[in-house]
């Protein structure tokens, strides 16, 4: 008698068995409500932008931040020296911070959000 096939069927069985009893906690969905809602300040630092203005400006104070979006909480990219000429692009309003406008420091690549009240100014066309 050949003992390895029903060792070869004994241990199917129990694969297939260990299996239909992984499976229901496999495919449980998860409890309501544990995951966390994306927060208004989170969805605020990737608000659209074109370049509808062609104004610009020279910074007149020092270490302006420019951001990745329109709000504080957004990351800053880096600093814009003072006397440095920003190209305007749009402005957009947000509900607790004023207004912001979209930027570009000329001569370079460098672009983003800065505070309209740190320039002494801003762009005058809409996002």
């Known amino acids: 008698m ?3 096939r029903p060792v070869a069927i004994a241990a199917a069985a129990a694969l297939l068995g260990g299996g239909l ?7 449980a969905t998860p409890a309501t409500g544990t995951q966390a809602a994306p927060t208004a300040e989170l969805l605020s630092c990737s608000h659209s932008w074109s370049n509808k203005d062609a104004d610009k400006e020279k910074v007149t104070k020092s270490g302006v931040r420019y951001r990745v979006g329109p709000h504080t909480s957004c990351a800053a990219l880096g600093q814009i020296d003072k006397g440095a000429t920003v190209y305007f692009h749009c402005y957009t309003r947000t509900q607790d911070d004023g207004t ?4 570009r420091i000329k001569g370079t690549d460098r672009q983003g959000w800065v505070k309209d009240t740190l320039i002494d100014g801003g762009s005058q066309k809409l996002c």
């Open 21 to 27: 009893l992984l499976a229901p906690s496999a495919t």
């Open 100 to 103: 912001w406008s979209h930027v």
């Open 2 to 4: 050949n003992i390895a």
